[in-house]
C-alpha cells in the first residue's frame, strides 16, 4: 500500500514538473528572461500578457511547404482576441523593445480584444513591426523606428506623444499611420506625435492635429472628405520646402486649418 501512494505522488511530481509548474504558454517562449520570441503566429484569447520594463519580444517567422510544394513564410504574429489584453507598460529609461529577425513582426488586436484595458507606452517599434489595431486602443510615449501603425475601420485609438521615423522597406507600407477606409465617427485622434520621414505620414480619415510632420515624399497626409487636419507643423513634404501654410502638402477633402510655421513645442515622446 505505501509503495501504491509512493507511486501515485511520484506521478503527481512529475505531471506538475512537466506541465512547467503552473507556467502560461507564453512564459514557455522567453529564451531568457526578459526575451521573448515569438515565432510564426500566436494568440492570447481572454487573458493578460503584461510586459515587464526591459522586456524584448522578437518576432520570427516560419517557413513550410505547402500542399502544392510551394513555399510559405508566415510571419511571426502575436494576435489579442476574446477579451485578451498587452500591458506594455515600460519607463523612460528601460523601454520593452519590439524588433524581428526576418520578414516582419506584427502585434495585432482583433475588434473583440480588450483595448480598454490594453497599455503601450514607453515602447519602441524597430526592423519592420508593426501594429494592426482593429480596436481602440490608446498608444503613446513610444518610438516606431522603420515601423508603422494600422488602424481598422472601426478602430477609435488615440495616438499621441510618438516619435516616427525613418522609411520603410521597399514594398512594404510607407506610411506612418493607416486608417481603414470604411471608418465609423468618431474617429482615430492621431495627436502630438513627431512624424519624419515617411511616403505619406498619415492616410485616410482620422483627427490630425498639433503634430510634427516633416520630410514626407509625397503630401504629409492623404485624406478625405472626413479627415480633420488642425493645427499641424508640416514642412519639406510633397517636394515643397519650409512650412506649409496653404495646403499645398497634404491631399484631402476635408478641413485644414490653423497651419503651424514653427514646430509645435512638447510633441513627440521625449526620449
Avoid at 505531471?15 to 514557455?28: A, I, K, N, P, R
Avoid at 483595448?115 to 514607453?122: D, L, M
Wanted: proline fraction near 4%; glycine fraction near 10%.
Amino acid at each position: 500500500m505505501k509503495n501504491k501512494y509512493t507511486q501515485v505522488i511520484l506521478l503527481v511530481f512529475l505531471l506538475f514538473t512537466v506541465s512547467g509548474c503552473g507556467q502560461t504558454w507564453w512564459e514557455t517562449l522567453f529564451e531568457r528572461k526578459n526575451v521573448l520570441v515569438i515565432t510564426g503566429r500566436h494568440t492570447i484569447s481572454g487573458e493578460t500578457l503584461e510586459l515587464k520594463p526591459g522586456t524584448i519580444v522578437r518576432f520570427k517567422p516560419v517557413t513550410a511547404f505547402s500542399l502544392a510544394g510551394t513555399v510559405v513564410v508566415e510571419s511571426g504574429e502575436l494576435v489579442f482576441e476574446n477579451g485578451g489584453r498587452l500591458i506594455a507598460r515600460g519607463t523612460l529609461g528601460n523601454p520593452i523593445i519590439f524588433t524581428r529577425e526576418e520578414d516582419e513582426g506584427i502585434l495585432t488586436f482583433k475588434e473583440n480584444s480588450d483595448g480598454v484595458n490594453t497599455v503601450i507606452e514607453y515602447c519602441k517599434f524597430e526592423k519592420n513591426t508593426h501594429i494592426n489595431c482593429e480596436n481602440s486602443i490608446t498608444i503613446q510615449y513610444s518610438k516606431f523606428d522603420h515601423a508603422w501603425i494600422e488602424l481598422g475601420k472601426n478602430s477609435k485609438s488615440l495616438i499621441q506623444y510618438n516619435d516616427f521615423s525613418s522609411l520603410p522597406p521597399a514594398g512594404l507600407a510607407s506610411r506612418a499611420i493607416t486608417v481603414g477606409m470604411d471608418y465609423i465617427d468618431p474617429y482615430p485622434t492621431i495627436q502630438f506625435n513627431n512624424i519624419t520621414g515617411y511616403y505619406h505620414a498619415v492616410t485616410v480619415g482620422s483627427i490630425v492635429k498639433n503634430n510634427n510632420i516633416r520630410d514626407s515624399e509625397q503630401e504629409a497626409i492623404l485624406g478625405s472628405s472626413k479627415t480633420i487636419i488642425d493645427s499641424n507643423y508640416i514642412a519639406n513634404c510633397n517636394g515643397k520646402t519650409g512650412p506649409d501654410t496653404t495646403g499645398e502638402q497634404v491631399d484631402t477633402l476635408g478641413t485644414y486649418t490653423h497651419p503651424k510655421t514653427e514646430p509645435i513645442s512638447g510633441a513627440g515622446c521625449g526620449w
